[in-house]
Each structure stands twice: as structure tokens, then as C-alpha cells.
């Protein structure tokens, strides 16, 4: 008997190309030819760029081969309508990995640790890296290696053995959890795609150092997160999610880093979340979230 409370395995299809008439035919054509049963579809047009985007879900076991076959086969699907790179086929059989990099402050720490604890998140935290050992003794209490790689007068050094340390684990997302440290372009450029930082500001609003301090500063009656890729460019990337809460004149800048933080924790779980879903698509400096 099937267990029906295990999920069902399907493979999940992005894609983006220029828009034109036809691309909805192809595409389920080509699935149709070989009995792919679609169980979610999604779509989107941008008049701006021209751009034509979709997620579509098909049941793995409509299907007559595995998902190595299936991105061999929709790559000349792919290439026929210009897609070029834009494309990407994943399989939720696949259990993602997830390294997180983090400092000092634990909360968005904390709370991933507990979602997947508590089987909210369907994830494997393979390690974390942090250049403070505060967040030790809570990363090991769930089992999880922890690594303190020192960062003091040694930033090139230090981060080499970063990129060692996550290279081990090839993961699906490198989290930046509060890692107060800005990433060097060449790691930018080789976790390209892959790596989200939460911004304690609702960008492109107060970058940089100490958002909340400006904040209270401009006087602002929001303060929110932003959970975003990570480019060479310093709080630039594109957005996968944003939230606000409200403040107001009575708040201290401790009562805005205390609410905000509770915006940050739900902002980036839900940014991951949707980046491992691969309901993510970016085009240029923007995201397309499905």
C-alpha cells in the first residue's frame, strides 16, 4: 500500500525565454509525448523585457526515465525557444543542502534550526560557518558541524577556507544568516545563483552598516527585511522577498532592532524556502517569485 503521507516525487521545470506564440504548445507538448501528467503550472509575461516565464510540476513517476534524461531532453526544448542558460530542471526526491554562514547574532540561526527541527523545512543543514564561535554550542546541539574560521587581520585567508569548507558540501543555498561580512566578488561570482543574505532593511532603503540606527534617524513608521541574492554589487541583488512591521515615535532604536528582527527570521524562511522550491526565476536585477 502507498504510503500517503510520504510526498510525492516530482520534477519541477523553470524556464525563461523570449516571449512568442507557441512556448505553452512546446512545452506541454513535449511533456505529453512522454506521458509527463502536469500537476502545477504557472506563468508569466513581462511587456517590459519581452520575457516569457513558467514553473511547471510533473509527477515523476508519469515519466518513463529519471531526471538526468529529462534535462537531456528538454535541453533541445530549451535551446528551440532561445532559452539559452535560463532553464532548469530539479527533483524533489533530491533532499536539498543548505550551508549557513553566520557571526554573532543568532535569531535567523535560532529559527531555521528549529523549523527544520520541527520538519517545517525539508532540509539539510550540512554545516555551519561562522567567524565568531558564539553559535557553537546551539549549531552542535543539533547535530550539525559547526566551523570558526577566524577572520581577524586575515580576510583573504579566511575566506579561501570558506570557500573549502563549502565546496565540501556543494550545496543548493549558502545562507547568509547575519554574516557581517561583505563576500568578495570572485566568491559572488562562483555561488552565483545560490546565495541569499537577509538585509535588516527594506532595501534599497538604508544599505550598508547599522540600517536601524539610520532608520530611527529618518524617522520611518516601517522597518522591514529584505532576503535577496548576493552580488558583487553590496546590498543590491535581486529580491526574492520583503516584509514590514509597523513602529512609531515611541520606539528606541533597541525596539526596532527587536521588531525587526522578528521580520528577518520569517523573511529569510521564506526566501529559502521558495529559492529550494525553485519557485524563484531572476532575469537582469529582478526575480519573478512563483
Not at 532561445?82 to 535560532?110: F, P
Not at 550598508?208 to 530611527?216: F, I, L, N, S, T
Not at 534617524?217 to 532576503?227: E, I, P, S, Y
Request: charged fraction near 25%; glycine fraction near 8%; aromatic fraction near 8%.
Amino acid at each position: 500500500m502507498r504510503d500517503v503521507s510520504a510526498p510525492e516525487r516530482r520534477y519541477v521545470i523553470t524556464f525563461g525565454c523570449p516571449d512568442r506564440t507557441g512556448i505553452i504548445a512546446r512545452i506541454s507538448g513535449f511533456l505529453a509525448e512522454h506521458g509527463g501528467w502536469i500537476v502545477e503550472a504557472a506563468y508569466h509575461t513581462d511587456p517590459d523585457t519581452g520575457w516569457f516565464f513558467t514553473r511547471q510540476v510533473v509527477r515523476a513517476d508519469s515519466l518513463p526515465f529519471e531526471v538526468d534524461v529529462l534535462r537531456e531532453k528538454f535541453g533541445v526544448v530549451a535551446e528551440s525557444l532561445s532559452a539559452e542558460s535560463n532553464w532548469q530542471v530539479s527533483d524533489t526526491g533530491e533532499r536539498k543542502r543548505v550551508v549557513i554562514l553566520v557571526s554573532k547574532e543568532g535569531h535567523c540561526l535560532y529559527d531555521l534550526l528549529g523549523r527544520v527541527a520541527a520538519g517545517e523545512l525539508d532540509v539539510e543543514i550540512s554545516a555551519v560557518i561562522a567567524n565568531h564561535p558564539d553559535l557553537g554550542d546551539i549549531t552542535r546541539a543539533h547535530g550539525i558541524p559547526f566551523h570558526h574560521v577566524a577572520f581577524a587581520e586575515r580576510k583573504a585567508e579566511a575566506f579561501d577556507e570558506v570557500r573549502k569548507l563549502v565546496a565540501e558540501h556543494d550545496p543548493h543555498a549558502v545562507v547568509l544568516a547575519r554574516f557581517m561580512q561583505i563576500l568578495p566578488a570572485d566568491l559572488c561570482a562562483d555561488w552565483s545563483g545560490r546565495v541569499l543574505n537577509i538585509h535588516h532593511s527594506f532595501l534599497p532603503s538604508f544599505i550598508g552598516a547599522r540600517p536601524y540606527h539610520q532608520a530611527y534617524a529618518r524617522g520611518v513608521k516601517l522597518v522591514g527585511a529584505t532576503c535577496h541574492y548576493v552580488t558583487a554589487d553590496l546590498d543590491a541583488g535581486p529580491i526574492i522577498e520583503q516584509d514590514v512591521i509597523r513602529v512609531d515615535h515611541g520606539d528606541s532604536i533597541a525596539d526596532m532592532v527587536r521588531k525587526g528582527r522578528d521580520i528577518e527570521k520569517v523573511t529569510l524562511a521564506r526566501g529559502l524556502r521558495w529559492h529550494l522550491e525553485s519557485r524563484v526565476l531572476v532575469h537582469g536585477n529582478r526575480t519573478v517569485v512563483f
